[in-house]
């Protein structure tokens, strides 16, 4: 509260308001119950829903043809393409973001590219996911990248996990920059001063010393770059191909076959099967948006526990 | 004597490692560069062969975009033409409607969260905002479509009003009503957590020294809290439209597939009318890309996204700058 | 005693938007049955040089003896616990219209929270418990509703703390946000002059209202503080170490304008600044660690103070 430190009770003396004050509380009330409702029913059916059509042995099993929608297996190879993507999103994001957010807050010279870094990052932040993902299709279909996805009878394919992977490390990277960006500030000056009075370099003390100190700040950038990356559907639907199987490259090893090929995530899976998509199978649908639900809110919920254990551990007096 | 240089140094030295990390930067900012030019260059076709038309309404648009299609496919005469005004009528709608109804909710809760709810009250309404943000947007488009869509197109719309407009669009429920409805609880929470932050970062000696004279709390609240926080109210204005008018796949479940221009002149009902905006329109034909014309008009779709998220960010920021001279920024 | 309901309808709207008169505000509700004479001061002072005994030296005492005094609040035996920490023990204090009141003690014992109970800032933190009453008018404050109590008790902070708006809106703030009506400009106009003018800042800012406050100097910025604080008529006016974050000149500017108040209001202000307390104020308290050591009148005081712990404190022995 702004005003009323921890006051148990917040509406002492709305008596003497004037009755457009007490409307106003009255809005507030309202809006503040109907957002918990809403997400209270966004919760409940998807539970509901999700726990009526989801079976164990949708998770392993592929997605089939078939007739009715008990015949068409399940979305395994949804399941492990959402864990592909977060995996190649997030490791080229995290050090990439981390090192912007090193510059950014260490060096940060000249000025004016410091200054531009940043407009840079938060205009990554604020374009939208469909415009990176045809940004995508051009770099990909380029011959130059050919390697990174399948090519046929000489033409680049330009749609893959590489590079579906590499276009959401951009979504994530705000995130990260972000996050890093606080934690290295909120760290105050004399610590590096301590640093360099032993003859330490820039870069020791930041290897040393500053970063693993940010460490529940790098974790939750990750995260939330991780949720974001988790749940966008537009770079998938267009970067990964349109398929319900791994569609895997003939001729290269493992596992590169199926990085430079074509595949599915949870919510391009979603997509499809929703009556929007090509398969229009609601039930699986259902199952599969309940299963990317609980991971995001699994994310969600590391990502308290980490500011939680951060805060038991002591700060620097400023 | 001896020499008593030291024979080894940081491997990692200084100026090293800012060279590296100083090319990674450039080469962040290349590449946004780059993006941007990419994405006119592939455009300019499109915009070169309309002109200012291509905003501008005329013919129905999913039949333009067909056209353009097959005639990338047949290899003859390119088809350009494209009037955008459909897609751009129906982006402004419910860009604008879900905004608006954003705002003032994401207002009111914020100012709620702050500073009135009791303490049980906000220990529930924080992580509930917070769970809102980060529910992917696929999940919002398929509750819409299969519980918001069939509530209006079954319950909602009556069968008259069908029939008033047989023959030109069906109401089927994927209507504007339902896209505006489902952009606004996604944006809502992002604006709520932005004006929290905002109104929590209000200097406690303004709020105080306004108790002080007697003024009660909502008032104070209102007039001095909210009215320092208006810069973070405008930037998350900003983010949230920047993020509504790049929404493509749940807008795509929800708001209809074809691209007609909902008239408000049409009474009541336009607000059950389908429509399709700019973001969706790329996502709903990303398989014409093969076809060079049909890929000139989604580069050219793609760059109209792209220039007003540049343009509402330059808004805000104007606005925040000329908020400085009271002191509020 | 007044109930409660005729005091509200007492007060009614501003003052200065009903009134004729010129000139500076007239004092409401003089209680002319029970003038006291100006008590514990001895016979009218003369300025005279500070007193050299106790190691306490100071400049010229400029100020008069009050002329008279009225009391307007009293502090009776008031206790205020954070939890279980006692912040102020069982103080009893009088406030008096026509005089300026100084608390004064080391950091931390209890003089800025004894200030702030008597407008009940202090009940915005939850763990904060009163007992013992404190009066206005001989009416319990608990019994007035708080924002009709801060206006008659209105407070000046040690931060300047000027709304993020122009020099006039920070005053009409105050004089607009009561009803559900929204008074013009024209018709706060006289108001804000006249506030402004009490607080002796109407000559510098007169050409141009809509300057925004916060481009002011530290001085002015306090003196507008002052100057809100007095537009909400206020009977009793509270001054926590107002001149703590100003240099010399604008301290004594507004030295000479608490000074030039206390007919019209009753002046308790705190300050940790002893020669200060000795030049503006008419009687002094003296806290320590939540105790009220000593109150006297501020020549008898530093001059012969009664405690010894008052003698250390005056003398620089501990501070």
């Not at chain 2, 004597?1 to 090319?23: C, F, H, N």
């Not at chain 2, 039949?63 to 047949?74: E, K, T, V």
């Not at chain 2, 104007?318 to 509020?328: D, E, T």
């Not at chain 3, 660690?289 to 405690?307: I, K, Q």
């Amino acid at each position: 509260m702004l005003l009323l430190k921890d006051r148990k009770d917040a509406v002492e003396g709305t008596a003497a308001w004037a009755l457009v004050d007490r409307i106003g509380l009255a809005i507030c009330w309202f809006l503040g119950l109907l957002f918990c409702a809403i997400a209270v029913m966004i919760v409940v059916y998807l539970l509901v829903q999700g726990i009526k059509f989801l079976r164990p042995e949708m998770l392993w099993t592929p997605a089939a043809a078939g007739f009715s929608e008990t015949e068409t297996g399940g979305f395994s190879d949804a399941l492990v393409g959402t864990l592909i993507v977060a995996v190649l999103g997030i490791s080229l994001a995290l050090p990439a973001g981390v090192a912007i957010a090193v510059w950014l807050v260490e060096y940060g010279r000249p000025a004016a590219l410091a200054r531009v870094t940043e407009s840079t990052i938060e205009a990554i932040a604020g374009i939208p996911s469909i415009v990176l993902a045809l940004f995508g299709t051009v770099i990909f279909s380029s011959t130059a990248l050919g390697f990174l996805s399948r090519t046929t009878q000489g033409i680049v394919f330009g749609r893959s996990f590489f590079a579906a992977g590499a276009m959401l490390s951009l979504v994530a990277l705000p995130l990260i920059v972000a996050s890093v960006r606080e934690g290295l500030n909120s760290i105050p000056r004399h610590v590096r001063e301590a640093s360099y009075a032993v003859g330490k370099t820039k870069a020791a003390t930041t290897r040393r010393i500053l970063l693993p100190t940010c460490r529940p700040q790098v974790a939750t950038g990750a995260m939330l770059g991780l949720g974001r990356i988790i749940g966008d559907t537009a770079i998938i639907v267009v970067l990964l191909g349109a398929t319900q199987n791994f569609a895997p490259v003939e001729g290269a090893p493992f596992p590169l076959n199926f990085l430079r090929g074509a595949g599915t995530t949870l919510t391009n899976f979603v997509y499809e099967a929703s009556p929007t998509g090509n398969l229009n199978q609601p039930q699986k649908a259902y199952a599969a948006a309940f299963v990317l639900l609980l991971m995001v809110l699994a994310l969600n919920a590391a990502v308290d526990v980490v500011h939680r254990r951060a805060r038991k551990v002591g700060t620097w007096s400023h | 004597m001896e020499d008593l240089t030291p024979q080894y140094g940081p491997k990692w030295s200084d100026q090293r490692v800012e060279r590296m990390l100083g090319a990674l930067v450039c080469g962040v900012v290349a590449l946004l560069l780059a993006m941007i030019a990419t994405v006119f260059v592939h455009a300019w076709p499109s915009f070169s062969h309309n002109g200012l038309a291509w905003f501008g309404p005329g013919g129905n648009v999913d039949d333009q975009l067909n056209a353009i299609f097959l005639s990338g496919q047949a290899g003859t005469e390119y088809v350009y033409t494209f009037h955008a005004w459909a897609l751009i009528w129906s982006t402004l709608l419910i860009t604008g409607g879900a905004v608006l109804i954003a705002l003032f909710s994401a207002l009111f809760v914020a100012v709620f969260l702050v500073e009135f709810a009791p303490e049980w009250m906000s220990n529930i309404l924080q992580p509930v905002v917070r769970f809102l943000a980060s529910v992917p947007s696929v999940i919002y488009g398929l509750l819409g479509v299969l519980i918001l869509v069939p509530f209006i197109g079954n319950h909602l719309v009556t069968e008259p009003q069908k029939a008033s407009v047989a023959g030109v669009i069906s109401l089927t429920g994927y209507s504007l009503m339902a896209a505006t409805l489902v952009l606004t609880v996604m944006i809502a929470p992002l604006m709520v957590s932005i004006f929290s932050d905002g109104l929590r970062a209000v200097k406690p000696g303004w709020l105080e020294g306004s108790l002080a004279l007697g003024v009660n709390r909502w008032r104070t609240t209102w007039k001095i809290g909210v009215r320092s926080a208006r810069p973070a109210i405008i930037a998350g204005t900003v983010l949230a439209v920047a993020r509504a008018i790049g929404e493509a796949v749940m807008l795509a479940m929800i708001s209809g597939s074809v691209g007609f221009a909902p008239n408000p002149a049409d009474g009541l009902i336009f607000i059950y009318e389908p429509s399709r905006p700019l973001a969706p329109t790329i996502v709903k034909n990303i398989d014409q890309l093969s076809s060079p014309p049909a890929n000139a008009t989604l580069f050219a779709i793609a760059a109209v996204l792209l220039f007003s998220a540049a343009v509402f960010s330059l808004t805000g920021y104007v606005a925040r700058r000329a908020m400085r001279k009271y002191g509020a920024a | 005693m007044e109930p409660l309901t005729d005091v509200s309808e007492q007060r009614g709207p501003i003052g200065p938007l009903k009134s004729d008169t010129p000139g500076p505000p007239p004092i409401r509700r003089l209680r002319l049955d029970d003038p006291e004479p100006a008590t514990e001061v001895t016979a009218p002072l003369q300025p005279s040089n500070g007193p050299q005994q106790g190691g306490f030296t100071a400049a010229k005492r400029s100020i008069g003896a009050p002329q008279f005094s009225i009391r307007r609040m009293e502090i009776d035996k008031v206790s205020v616990h954070y939890g279980a920490k006692a912040a102020v023990k069982e103080v009893s204090l009088p406030v008096r219209q026509g005089e300026v009141l100084g608390l004064i003690g080391p950091s931390g014992c209890g003089k800025t929270t004894l200030l702030r109970s008597l407008n009940r800032l202090t009940e915005l933190t939850s763990s904060a418990r009163l007992s013992g009453r404190i009066l206005l008018d001989d009416l319990d404050i608990t019994q007035i509703e708080p924002t009709l109590l801060r206006r008659r008790v209105t407070m000046v902070f040690q931060q300047p703390n000027p709304f993020p708006m122009s020099v006039f809106d920070n005053i009409a703030y105050v004089l607009r946000e009561q009803g559900s009506r929204r008074a013009r400009k024209k018709t706060l106009e006289p108001a804000v002059h006249s506030a402004l003018d009490r607080a002796g800042l109407f000559e510098e800012v007169k050409d141009n209202l809509d300057h925004p406050a916060l481009k002011l100097s530290g001085g002015q910025q306090q003196r507008l503080c002052i100057a809100r604080a007095l537009a909400a008529e206020p009977e009793v006016l509270l001054l926590d170490e107002p001149c703590s974050a100003l240099d010399p000149k604008s301290t004594q500017v507004i030295e000479d304008l608490i000074v030039k108040l206390r007919d019209d209001v009753a002046v308790v202000i705190v300050t940790h600044n002893l020669q200060q307390a000795y030049r503006i104020a008419d009687h002094v308290a003296f806290m320590y660690l939540g105790d009220l050591v000593e109150y006297n009148s501020a020549t008898a005081l530093f001059g012969s103070p009664r405690e010894q712990r008052t003698q250390e404190y005056v003398s620089g022995a501990f501070g």
